[in-house]
């Protein structure tokens, strides 16, 4: 039902009436208008009507209206779009008769049903041209689209049909399904077990130090290829590096091998580990995997100095030594030669040593002497200690396990000797003493960015007790490692100073787009972007492609597409203030070859999402039982009101009709005037 309301009360209806028939009685009353009685009333009706609509439109009149709306039922249709399917003997089954028989399916039900299909694969796309050449599978992303699309709406049944192999996205058993209709699937592709060997995976650390070596961790699953040698090799470039064999015993089996490299030069390098095909293997494309290792000049060397004995040192130092980017050098101030150089971090335990030009982490206990800062400075008072406990502040330096806000509650108390803190300027605390269940302002750790070198303060001792006490409880040191190491990595990182930065991926798939960021700063190292930043780029062959940088608000940004798979170097190039700077490095495009990589149909997950779901599982074969369970489906319109407003004002016809009154008031008044 229709109607009409105002924003202000209905009660200004009497006062428009009043105020209309007040105006118009002034105008044509039988002494100021000399005209026929009739004359007069209809003239003053139009005068009237023409009042009453102004006025009644400042009240701010709306129409509401309710709307009835019907929609048909909804059967959703996902189809599996990858190359996959074609990677069998029955290729030709999807390309042909497949699709006709979707199609029948469509005009068999469309009549009763609002069907709708959908392909996925790289994308999920709504009516599409079947042509199963997508180079992944994302069924967990077609899920959630269609949740969000379809959501709340009369939605009565959901097919699928793929061959179950997801190579991308999340495991599609907890992908989003908010609807209330059962899901169908299709099972698709060849399930028939052949000949194959697959590279399942290869474990590394992508970032290695000259001179070390580093393990390369390969795992093999070879299928129905018992009494053959498996043999895997491991490449840089076109040069063997190493290979090992072993006999397949059994017809499914697993078989790892481990290798040690050698780190021989700085830089990126790319390594190529192949498995060897067999005889009547049919899919080589799962036999080879490339990897990036990043080999850096040296390991960052962190010295702890102190001059007495302490359970804390060995904390500390069993928790940096267990991160093998560190090399920790324990020494006591009678045996250090004064050369801090070749450290990135100095650990000075209860020591007051200010003159090192590199990142200092004082740790303060009862032996500590008085020590002076820029920005913190520390005076004892007396030689004993405070029994405190720690809070956990608002710390946004680096972050730690959420563990460790109910783990601080847990772990016994700390020792701070009774001593006068003060800050001179910016500094960030990551814990604080709680004395007697009272919080203060009182350090246990805090860290500060002032001045060229990063340092921070760690103002209790005891620490070894939370290392062992958390052993006790977990069986490990998980918490207290990541709590000094985070802490030395704050502390040890070198800042880049160059004047000219770019940022990017080093790896990415040959469907993805590179984007290149590029940072220019002045003497002040405040960002411009003055200048043009040019970007020469060379792929294997030595061809050469030139860019140039867009500029966006104080930076430089750039986006390459459809790049080929390989390797590339470039070379990015910005004249400023008179001085060319230059930034150099490389970046390789991979194959992406997903759908290649397993052409085995897993049926089981389809299966296991109609059992999810309330559906059933079909074979390609069993088109005609799915129609009949969609037979059974009764087609229910749903029906829904919904309320819209509109106001009066913005209806053409009433300014029609104000336009007619008010032209036929004056030609009437107009005619007799001139009679």
Known sequence: MNYINTEWSMLWIVGCIALSIAISYVLYSKGVFKSALWLRRFLFSLRFATFFILTFL?????????????????????????????????SLYYSNSFVKELNDLKAEFEEDFQVEIYAFGEKVERNPIFDFKDRKTNLSDYLNEISDIYSNRNVVANIIASDGIYNSGSNPLYANYPFNAPLYTICLGDTIVKKDL????????????????????????????KGEKLEVSIYEGNVLLDRKEKLIKHNDEIISFDYKLSAQSVGIHNYRIEVKAVEGEQNTLNNTQNIFVDVLESKQKILLLSDISHP???????????????????????????????????????????EPNIPIFYFIGNSSQALSLEWFSYLPSKSTLNEVNSDYNSFSLFSLNDKWNLWLEELPPLYSPLAEYTFNSEHHHLFTQNILGITTQNPIFTFSK???????VCAVEGLWKWRLYEFLKTNNHQLFDELINKSVQFLSVKEDKRPFRLRHKKLIYENEPLL????????????VNSAEVSLLIRDEDENEYNFSFNKTAISYTLELNELKVGNYSYEAKVIFNGKELLNKGKFSVLSLELEKISSKANPQILYNLSQKYGGQSYNKSQFSELKNELSAIESQSLSYKEESQSDLINLKWIFILLFVFLTLEWFVRKRITNI
């Open 516 to 527: 290149i960021e590029a940072d220019l700063y002045d003497a002040n190292y405040e960002m």
């Open 450 to 456: 002032q001045g060229e070198y990063r340092q921070a």
């Open 198 to 225: 697959e590279l399942t995976s290869v474990s590394y650390n992508e970032i290695a130090y000259l001179g070390n070596s580093f393990p390369i961790s390969t795992t093999v699953l070879s299928q129905y290829s």
């Open 58 to 90: 400042l009240l701010k009149p709306y129409i509401n209206q309710f709307i009835t709306h019907k929609e048909q039922a909804i059967i959703l249709v996902g189809v599996d779009n990858s190359s996959s399917l074609l990677a069998n003997s029955d």
């Open 312 to 354: 804390d040192i060995a904390a500390i130092s069993t928790s940096i030594q267990s991160n093998e980017n560190y090399e920790l050098v324990v020494q006591n101030t009678s045996d250090f030669d004064g050369d801090y150089s070749p450290y990135s971090l100095l650990i000075a335990f209860q020591l007051s040593i200010t």
